[in-house]
C-alpha cells in the first residue's frame, strides 16, 4: 500500500462538494446585473415607477454613465487593497473552526447582508432623502466586495490542504461546471426566464430620452415583486452551496494539512514571493488575459451584435447555443481532466489552449465569410412561421461544431488555471519554507479582477468606436450597420485568439509540469515531517532539496501502463513546452538522506 507520508487525499464526496464554495459566489456574481440595475433606480428615485411605463428624463441614463464610469473603477480601487489584506489574514489565521472555514462562512454571511441592505431594509427610504440612498449603496457595495474576497480566495487557498494529487486536483473543472450550471445558468434561467412571465412578476418599462430619441432600459420589466422572489432565492441557493463546501472542508481544514512551517509570513516575505515565484506571476498574466478576453466575447454586447445585429434572430440562437455549449464543455472538461491528472495541470492548459486556437481559426474564417445580402452565410437553427420547422444550414453546422469545441476547450483551460494556483503555492512552500495559500489566491484574484475590469473600455472601443452611426453598445433592437462584421470578428474571435497566444508563450516559461510537481510534493512532505521531529525549517531546507534526496515512503508512486506509447501530442508538448523543466537527473530516493532520530 502507497504511504500516506506520500500524498495527501481526500475522498471522493469530498473532492465534488468543495468546488460548490465557488458556486456559492458565482450566485451573487450572476445576480449581480439585477442588483445593480436595482440600484440605480433606487437611487435616481425611479423603483416605485418601474411597473408604470415611466419615461424618465436623460438623468437616469446620466446617473448610469457616471456609475460605470466613476463607480465601478474606485471598487477595483478598494478590490486592490481589500484582497491582500484578506489573504494576509487567511495566512495568519489560525482556529478550532480551521483557517478557510471562517472565511467561508463570513463572506457567505457579508454577500447575503449587502443584498438585504440595499433591496429591503432600506427601499422605503423617502425622496427627500437621497443623499442616504447613496451612501446605503455604497456601504452595501462594499460589503459585497469584501464578502466576495472573503470566500471566493478560499475556492483556490483551501485546496492546498484538500488535496495534492493531481488526479484529484484535476477533478475540480468537472464539479465546477456542475456547479456553474446550479449557479450561473440557474440564476440567469430564473432571473431571464421565468420570472419574466407576466403570470408570475407583472411587467413594465423605463424610457429615457438619449441623443434626441426614445429609449428603452433593458431590464426595466424587473419590479419589485420581482426582487422579493430573487432575493431570498439567491440568499438561500448560495448558503446551501457554502454549507456543502464547508463539510467538504472540515477534516481538511486543519493543522497538519496547513503546510510545512507554522511561523506567519510577514509583509516583507509577500515582497519576496512575488518578486521569486515567477510561476504565480506567468499563471496570473496568461489567466488575466485570457478572462477579459473570454469576458468580451461573451459579454452581453457582443452576443446581441454577433446573433441579433448580424443573424438577425437573437432570441431563436443565443439560448440554444449558449445550451449546446454546456454540451461540448461537459465532453472537454472530462477530457481536460484525465489529461491534467495524467500529466500535469500545465499539460492541460497548454494542450487545450492551442486547440481552442485552432478551433477559432475555422470560427474566424466563417465570420470573414459572412454576408449580409446571403442568407446561406447566416446562423439558422429553426423558424416559427406558419409552425415550428427547422431551417438549420450548413453554415450552421459547421460554425457549431468549431465553437461549441473552442468554447469547451478555452473554458477548460480557464477552470484548470484554479487548481494551478494551489500548485503555485505549493511550489513557493518548496522554494521559502513559507505556506501562504491566502496572499496566493488574492493576489491571483487581484490580477484577474484588474484587468478583467478592462472589458467594458474594449467593448466600447472596438463596437461603438469602430461602427460609423453606432452611438451605444449593441442590445436588444439594435439594427444592423455596416461595420459591424469587423467588430464581431475582433470582439469574438481575434482577442480572445490573441490572449490564446500569450497563455501559450507563458506555458512555455512556466515549469510546474506533472513531475516537477511531484518533486515538489516529495521535498515538502518530508521536510514538514523532519520539522515536526523537532528540525529547524532552515535545517530541513538545506537537507532535502530534490527527490533523490527523499526517502521512497515520501514520494508519491506514478503506474505507467507498459503498453502506453509516445503520441503525436505527446512529441509536440515536449518539444515547445518543456524547456524550461528543471528535473532532478537522479532516480527518486536514489541518493534518499534519512531524518535523524533527534
Known amino acids: 500500500m502507497e504511504s500516506t507520508q506520500a500524498v495527501n487525499r481526500a475522498k471522493q464526496w469530498q473532492i465534488a462538494l468543495f468546488p460548490f464554495n465557488n458556486a456559492a459566489t458565482n450566485v451573487y456574481f450572476a445576480f449581480y446585473t439585477y442588483f445593480t440595475y436595482y440600484a440605480l433606480l433606487y437611487l435616481t428615485g425611479s423603483v416605485f415607477t418601474s411597473l408604470a411605463g415611466t419615461v424618465v428624463s436623460g438623468g437616469l441614463a446620466l446617473a448610469i454613465s457616471a456609475f460605470n464610469s466613476l463607480f465601478a473603477p474606485l471598487m477595483r480601487v478598494f478590490d486592490g487593497i481589500t484582497d491582500p489584506i ?24 457579508l454577500l447575503a447582508l449587502s443584498l438585504l441592505l440595499m433591496m429591503v431594509f432600506f427601499r422605503g427610504i423617502p425622496d427627500g432623502l437621497s443623499w442616504l440612498r447613496w451612501v446605503i449603496y455604497i456601504v452595501s457595495y462594499i460589503v459585497y466586495v469584501i464578502g466576495y474576497t472573503a470566500q471566493c480566495a478560499c475556492t483556490k487557498a483551501g485546496q492546498t490542504c484538500l488535496t495534492n494529487d493531481p488526479k484529484q486536483r484535476s477533478q475540480f473543472v468537472i464539479w465546477n461546471m456542475i456547479g456553474m450550471i446550479g449557479s450561473i445558468v440557474l440564476i440567469n434561467v430564473m432571473a431571464g426566464g421565468v420570472l419574466t412571465n407576466e403570470a408570475i412578476c407583472a411587467k413594465g418599462t423605463i424610457q429615457y ?86 469576458t468580451v466575447a461573451t459579454s452581453g454586447p457582443v452576443a446581441f451584435l454577433l446573433y441579433g445585429c448580424l443573424m438577425g434572430d437573437y432570441n431563436g440562437l443565443f439560448i440554444p447555443f449558449y445550451a449546446l455549449c454546456f454540451i461540448f464543455m461537459g465532453i472537454f472538461f472530462m477530457w481536460g481532466s484525465k489529461t491534467a491528472g495524467q500529466k500535469g495541470q500545465k499539460r492541460g492548459v497548454a494542450q487545450f489552449t492551442c486547440f481552442a486556437f485552432l478551433f477559432y481559426i475555422g470560427v474566424l474564417i466563417l465570420l470573414c465569410l459572412y454576408n449580409h445580402d446571403n442568407p446561406a452565410t447566416w446562423l439558422s437553427l429553426y423558424s416559427m412561421e406558419g409552425g415550428f420547422h427547422l431551417t438549420i444550414n450548413a453554415y450552421t453546422i459547421i ?185 532532478a537527473s537522479g532516480a527518486p530516493s536514489s541518493h534518499a538522506i534519512e531524518i535523524p532520530e533527534k
Open 86 to 109: 484578506c489573504g494576509a489574514l487567511m495566512d495568519r489565521t489560525k482556529t478550532k473552526f480551521g483557517k478557510f472555514r471562517p472565511f467561508m462562512v463570513i463572506g457567505n454571511a
Open 209 to 294: 430620452e438619449a441623443d434626441g430619441a426614445l429609449r428603452t432600459l433593458r431590464g426595466a420589466a424587473y419590479g419589485i415583486q420581482f426582487y422579493n422572489i430573487m432575493v431570498p432565492f439567491v440568499i438561500i441557493l448560495s448558503a446551501i452551496y457554502t454549507t456543502m463546501a464547508v463539510m467538504a472542508i472540515a477534516e481538511k481544514d486543519r493543522p497538519e494539512f496547513w503546510g510545512v512551517t507554522e511561523k506567519p509570513a510577514t509583509f516583507k516575505d509577500y515582497a519576496g514571493i512575488l518578486k521569486g515565484n515567477k510561476e504565480i506571476r506567468w499563471l496570473v498574466i496568461s489567466a488575466g488575459l485570457n478572462k477579459l478576453a473570454s
Open 399 to 583: 460554425f457549431i461544431v468549431l465553437y461549441g469545441c473552442g468554447y469547451g476547450a478555452f473554458n477548460c483551460c480557464d477552470n484548470l488555471t484554479i487548481p494551478m494556483v494551489a500548485d503555485c503555492t505549493d511550489y513557493e512552500t518548496y522554494r521559502s519554507g513559507n505556506y501562504v495559500p491566502g496572499i496566493m489566491g488574492t493576489v491571483f484574484s487581484l490580477v484577474d479582477k484588474l484587468i478583467s475590469s478592462l472589458q467594458t473600455l474594449l467593448l466600447t472601443l472596438f463596437i461603438v468606436f469602430l461602427v460609423p452611426g453606432l452611438n451605444a453598445l449593441p442590445a436588444e433592437g439594435t439594427e444592423y450597420m455596416p461595420g459591424m462584421e469587423l467588430s464581431a470578428i475582433i470582439c469574438f474571435c481575434l482577442l480572445p485568439m490573441a490572449a490564446w497566444l500569450v497563455t501559450i508563450f507563458c506555458m512555455t516559461r512556466y515549469s510546474l509540469s506533472g513531475e516537477k510537481m511531484r518533486e515538489v510534493q516529495a521535498v515538502n512532505a518530508v521536510r514538514k515531517a523532519a520539522v515536526q521531529s523537532g528540525m529547524s525549517m532552515e535545517e530541513a531546507m538545506a537537507t532535502w532539496q530534490t527527490i533523490d534526496q527523499v526517502p521512497a515512503r515520501f514520494v508519491h508512486t506514478v503506474e505507467k501502463d507498459k503498453d502506453e506509447k509516445e503520441t503525436f501530442l505527446d512529441r509536440i508538448y515536449a518539444k515547445i513546452f518543456t524547456k524550461t523543466e528543471k528535473i
